[in-house]
T-cell receptor, first 114, second 111 residues
Framework: DTAVSQTPKYLVTQMGNDKSIKCEQNLGHDTMYWYKQDSKKFLKIMFS???????INETVPNRFSPKSPDKAHLNLHINSLELGDSAVYFC?????????????FGQGTRLTVV | DAKTTQPNSMESNEEEPVHLPCNHSTISGTDYIHWYRQLPSQGPEYVIHGLTSNVNNRMASLAIAEDRKSSTLILHRATLRDAAVYYC????????????FGQGTRLTINP
């Protein structure tokens, strides 16, 4: 039973398209995150939600819109995809926002924009 | 979140202990020291965390210096599966709402 699951695992799409990545956690956690790992392998936070409320938006372009229908799900919708959006996107969750809790990551979605 | 400094890469042999260092000279009193690792083509994986005392779990041990300005992740008997990038991250217990990843240490295990 996967704790944090993302779909799809791979996504190849053309520039200008709109796409969504879904994330679900079955751990009962309150906090969920989206991270981006670029070609140089740097992992950067994009968004964080706590109980469906947005608490972090790290100056991500408006083309990226997270949506949390309930606290077990955090989806990422991307409009007008650009070549530079190609990266691996990781969803994660933690029990809450405190700094002494561990985060669980999904396996990632490799997005390739052509 | 306070910054950490780690060596870019380390190498060790299978079945030998590995000591991965991390410097965090600007750590504050409420910062927890976290370690994560990322195996090839996988998402980051939690390894261990601690505040002041040394910590042990099934994966590793965390040794924290008395002044808390440095710490060491100890893998007691490395296996090939431990080859990964290891990240040392500080998180304030109340203020942190995210993990801030640095470049980490790429650990290579030789058979």
């Amino acid at each position: 039973d996967t704790a944090v699951s993302q779909t799809p695992k791979y996504l190849v799409t053309q520039m200008g398209n709109d796409k969504s990545i879904k994330c679900e956690q079955n751990l009962g956690h309150d906090t969920m995150y989206w991270y981006k790992q670029d070609s140089k392998k740097f992992l950067k936070i994009m968004f964080s939600y706590n109980n469906k409320e947005l608490i972090i938006n790290e100056t991500v372009p408006n083309r990226f819109s997270p949506k949390s229908p309930d606290k077990a799900h955090l989806n990422l919708h991307i409009n007008s995809l650009e070549l530079g959006d190609s990266a691996v996107y990781f969803c994660a969750s933690s029990e809450d926002r405190r700094g002494n809790t561990e985060a669980f990551f999904g396996q990632g979605t490799r997005l390739t924009v052509v | 979140d306070a910054k950490t400094t780690q060596p870019n890469s380390m190498e060790s042999n299978e079945e030998e202990p590995v000591h991965l260092p991390c410097n965090h000279s600007t750590i504050s009193g409420t910062d927890y020291i976290h370690w994560y690792r990322q195996l090839p083509s996988q998402g980051p994986e939690y390894v261990i965390h601690g505040l002041t005392s040394n910590v042990n779990n099934r994966m590793a041990s965390l040794a924290i210096a008395e002044d808390r300005k440095s710490s060491t992740l100890i893998l007691h008997r490395a296996t090939l599966r431990d080859a990964a990038v290891y990240y040392c991250i500080l998180r304030d217990v109340w203020g942190a709402q995210k993990l801030v990843f640095g470049q980490g240490t790429r650990l290579t295990i030789n058979p």
